[in-house]
């Protein structure tokens, strides 16, 4: 009896799925499993019909059709057939699995593929956020994100299950009326924010004048000559105008920023930004304009300053500081590469195609340039100096070891530029630890290196290069910026740069020497 109905309902259920179609058409397939011992399978729905295979006690099997009390299966990749579907168990369809909204509670949450926070990320979502959460591992959730349409991974402790409550607003700063005050303490610091924590956009000198447009809990917000603005301490602003007004040299070519400043296109901070200039830059003079003046940088780029960033320019590259410490010394300068070897090369930004600027960037050319102006730099010194090239010929990496050696140089400096990464910056200082104070020296070369050009520090590095491994003199590998970086290709090749290296050289020996 029992049999009998279960039968039935298995002939219920399948009749009901086949009424739209025939017993040839297609339907969505039902999966069943096996209550038999063993159930034959059947070429055709009888039992006369020759058996084609068996399947034991549990086999999940998929139902494609019926006929009577016949059901059509397929098993597996490849085996199909009629069997007696009064041996079958119906599978009850899964329910759907039960999802909740969450929201993101903090900003730049990373959804990651995987539940790991190593996992890649497949992007960031904001503070808020809505997400549909399916399920959890561990400390972690599987969403979707609907704004972005990713399925991906959350970490649990960043979802909350109510909406976040939208942020009060903020006081907002009391407005003033715009009136020029000014600076009364030699550096007072620009911030983006009124408070001490905040990031410093630039340091304002003495009797800089700043327009005030806020005031906020002891914080003012100013308009600085450069068109810049931030906040800054009322503490130290003043009303009164300056005893000492802020000068223009008028002695010298050239002149120098005392801080990080914009180059603008005209005398007034309604004009457009050219570019922006790092402090210590060597400008030229070129004229002036009530308080501001126009310059032109090394790169032939004329724009306008304010007066109040400002100061004649000291140049010491022909007499550096640090006395006698290098007279006598053999420095043995190595250029890079040369004739058939042309080291890496990069196209300056702004650099034609096939045009001179842009051959000048093959690192073989400007390492020649640069060792000729450390040459110039070290001999005003007093230092003998020896290159193991001046011309564009090739050497082995032994002749240029053999020139240290038959030289019997004080120190070996061999000069090249990095790649790749266009986005790469800095100066890098190898050495191989072959003499006593070798580490000391890379390390005084390129503290002075860096304070000199303010590059990127990328630190000081043993390094297994020929020249220095096989040298028995004190020997240095330097790299001095990237020319895959268009960016820092145009800076390294000019004259003000090649010369901050040549001071910064000069400077880092002195010490060394002074040991």
């Known amino acids: 009896m029992k049999g009998t109905c279960v039968r039935m309902i298995i002939l219920i259920f399948l009749a009901l799925l086949c009424l739209p179609f025939s017993s040839n058409q297609a339907f969505a397939a039902t999966k069943a499993k096996v209550k038999a011992t063993t159930l034959n399978i059947r070429e055709k729905p009888t039992t006369a019909s020759k058996t084609v295979g068996k399947l034991p006690q549990g086999a999940a099997v998929t139902i494609q059709g019926q006929q009577k009390e016949w059901a059509k299966i397929s098993y597996g990749k490849a085996q199909s057939g009629w069997v007696d579907s009064t041996y079958l168990t119906l599978e009850k369809a899964k329910p759907a699995a039960k999802t909740k909204t969450g929201y993101a509670t903090v900003n730049s949450l990373n959804v990651r593929q995987g539940a790991s926070g190593t996992s890649k990320s497949l992007g960031k979502i904001s503070k808020g956020t809505p997400v549909t959460v399916y399920s959890q591992n561990g400390s972690w959730l599987k969403v979707t994100v609907p704004s972005k349409k990713w399925t991906g991974w959350i970490a649990k402790n960043y979802i909350a299950f109510s909406p976040i409550p939208a942020a009060k607003p903020a006081v907002p700063a009391a407005p003033v009326p715009a009136a020029t005050f000014y600076v009364t303490v030699n550096s007072l610091n620009l911030r983006e924010l ?7 956009i630039q340091s304002l000198n003495k009797g800089t004048a700043v327009q005030l447009t ?16 931030g906040w800054v301490s009322l503490t130290y602003l003043s009303a009164k105008t300056p005893v000492e007004p802020v000068k223009i040299p008028t002695d010298g070519k050239y002149i120098t ?7 603008l296109k ?4 309604d004009y457009e930004v ?5 402090a210590g830059t060597r400008l030229e003079k070129m004229s002036v304009k009530a308080d501001w003046m126009e310059v032109k940088t090394a ?9 109040s960033y400002i100061a004649p320019y000291k140049d010491n590259t022909d007499k550096p500081s640090g006395g006698q410490a290098l007279a006598g010394k053999v420095i043995v300068l190595d250029p890079g590469h040369g004739g058939k070897d042309p080291g890496t090369s990069g196209k300056a930004t702004g650099a034609l195609p096939g045009s001179l600027e842009e051959k000048a960037t093959l690192e073989k050319t400007v390492n020649l340039q640069t060792v000729n102006a450390m040459a110039k730099t070290l001999q005003a010194a007093g ?7 001046t011309t564009d010929e090739y050497l082995t990496l032994l002749q240029r070891v053999n020139v240290s050696h038959s030289q019997n140089a004080d120190v070996f400096i061999s000069v090249h530029y990095n790649a790749p990464g266009n986005k790469s910056t ?3 200082t190898f050495f191989y630890p072959t003499h006593v104070n070798e580490q000391k020296l890379a390390s005084y070369v390129h503290e002075e290196l860096i304070k000199s050009t303010q590059m990127k520090n990328r630190g000081v590095k043993p390094g297994n290069f020929q020249v220095i491994r096989d040298n028995k003199k004190p020997a240095l590998l330097l790299e001095l910026g990237f020319l895959s970086n268009p960016d820092e290709a145009k800076l390294v090749k000019s004259e003000e740069y090649q010369q901050k290296v040549a001071q910064g050289v000069y400077q880092g020996l002195a010490k060394y020497f002074s040991l």
């Open 426 to 428: 800095g100066i890098d």
């Open 194 to 200: 009124p408070t001490t924590s905040s990031k410093v």
């Open 266 to 269: 005209g005398p007034g901070t």
């Open 299 to 307: 790169a032939g780029v004329i724009g306008w300053v304010h007066s």
């Open 214 to 229: 806020e005031k906020k809990t002891g914080w003012g917000k100013v308009k600085i000559a450069n068109g810049k603005t």
């Open 274 to 278: 050219i570019k922006i200039e790092a």
């Open 257 to 263: 920023l005392t801080s990080d400043n914009d180059l």
């Open 383 to 389: 230092a003998t100096v020896i290159l193991t090239r």
